[in-house]
């Protein structure tokens, strides 16, 4: 294939920035996957290995996120229309599918399954772009990025094949190259990187890919309060339960597009480094998506045992969810506006002031007074707003003319 054919594989300018129905087939696996991953947690909580199985499934929700984000940035730097670049987003489809159908036992008999499922995705795609870029300068990045797949796959393939004891040890380390690789942007001696502060993208893409895994992780939680509720036994305190964690479900989704969730296109459009916003709001999504499902977790505990002695562990999920999201969402508020509302750090700081009063009370209470707090910072959002015009981006990152249209190098 010439440069020219090469060139042909990249998104034009006139392509649409919208989401593409090929991006949102590949979703639907994670709908499954977010599922598995939430199930394992209630799963490590019946089994009382608590801090355990919060530790392993982080792990694999890392290496599930690795996949789904990357996918994103393929999309918004190729073009979907292509047949390469839909056989690269089904395939990864696939191979999230494997690795969401192991992961419930991937620490223990499915580890290589998930591991070869992980691999061929991490590895094979940036080879099969390599492969259909041959001939353009922008071949090497894909390169690179295999290079250090394939150097994390060392320890990821040692870990399943060897002692179950060393595995998780492994895994870690493995996790640090392949982390570490896609914030460095794959530095390989003599050829360089491709950092994300220099690459420039499509802000309303990108903007919408992560406004789409939220709802996708609300999603998911709606699945768990209604699959948990129908699964139980009628009663007036399973109801109460039932309710209430719909109502923060709608107060989670209230507080994320309340001005920031609907400005991210804005703010990457009129960044100075479009790009290092774009990695930027991918990490606090990160921790957006997993709050909300360590909430959905929280959900389904007190669903089951509404008014049965609470044990402090369910804390972590009961109160620690919101907290983390909240947090997350502090974070996401600065990258476009430049500052936090104090009603977030208080709202958290309130949680945690109350996680050891209420280890004596029941899970019922517990997930109330976490209703109170969302709709206590919902509340402060609208009051900040009322009778002002609406807020506009002011990312810390600065402003300026650049900005949009295709970012540079990428796998």
Excluded at 370 to 392: F, N
Excluded at 399 to 411: D, K, L, Q, T, V
Aim: charged share 15%; proline share 5%; aromatic share 10%.
């Amino acid at each position: 294939m010439s440069s020219g054919r090469g060139a042909a594989l990249l998104r034009p300018s006139s392509s649409s920035p919208r989401t593409t129905f090929l991006e949102l087939f590949f979703d639907l696996a994670f709908v499954f996957a977010l599922n598995r991953v939430s199930q394992r947690l209630v799963e490590d909580v019946g089994a009382g290995e608590v801090l355990v199985g919060i530790v392993h499934t982080l792990m694999l929700f890392l290496a599930l996120w690795l996949v789904w984000s990357l996918t994103t940035w393929v999309t918004s730097r190729y073009e979907p229309e292509r047949s390469v670049i839909q056989f690269a987003v089904a395939g990864s489809m696939f191979g999230s599918l494997v690795m969401a159908v192991a992961l419930p036992r991937a620490f223990e008999e499915r580890a290589l399954i998930f591991v070869v499922a992980y691999l061929t995705v991490m590895i094979g795609r940036p080879l099969l772009i390599a492969v259909a870029l041959r001939g353009h300068p922008r071949r090497r990045v894909p390169l690179q990025a295999a290079a250090w797949a394939a150097t994390g796959g060392v320890p990821w393939v040692a870990g399943a094949l060897g002692p179950e004891d060393w595995r998780l040890s492994l895994w870690a380390l493995a996790l640090v190259v392949d982390c570490t690789g896609a914030l460095t942007g794959w530095p390989v001696l003599r050829l360089g990187s491709a950092p994300a502060s220099g690459w420039r993208i499509e802000g309303e893409h990108l903007a919408e890919r992560y406004q789409q895994i939220f709802l996708i992780s609300l999603g998911e939680m709606i699945l768990v309060i209604g699959a948990t509720y129908s699964g139980t036994e009628y009663s007036s305190e399973r109801a109460g339960a039932f309710t209430v964690a719909f109502l923060i479900t709608a107060l989670l989704w209230r507080i994320y597009f309340h001005r920031a969730g609907h400005l991210l296109a804005e703010a990457l459009r009129l960044a100075r480094s479009p790009g290092q916003l774009g990695a930027s709001a991918a990490r606090t999504h990160l921790f957006i998506v997993l709050g909300v499902l360590v909430t959905g977790v929280g959900h389904e505990i007190v669903i089951k045992h509404p008014f049965d002695r609470l044990d402090p562990a369910w804390l972590i999920f009961i109160l620690g969810g919101p907290a983390l999201f909240l947090l997350a969402r502090a974070r996401f508020e600065y990258e476009i506006f430049g500052r936090v509302s104090a009603a977030r750090l208080v709202a958290v700081g309130v949680l945690a002031a109350v996680a050891a009063p209420l280890t004596a009370g029941s899970p019922m209470f517990a997930l109330s007074v976490v209703t109170i707090v969302l709709a206590g910072v919902a509340v402060a959002d609208a009051w900040r707003s009322r009778g002002r015009d609406p807020e506009m981006s002011a990312s810390p990152l600065g402003r300026g003319e650049s900005g949009g249209g295709n970012f540079s190098p990428a796998p």
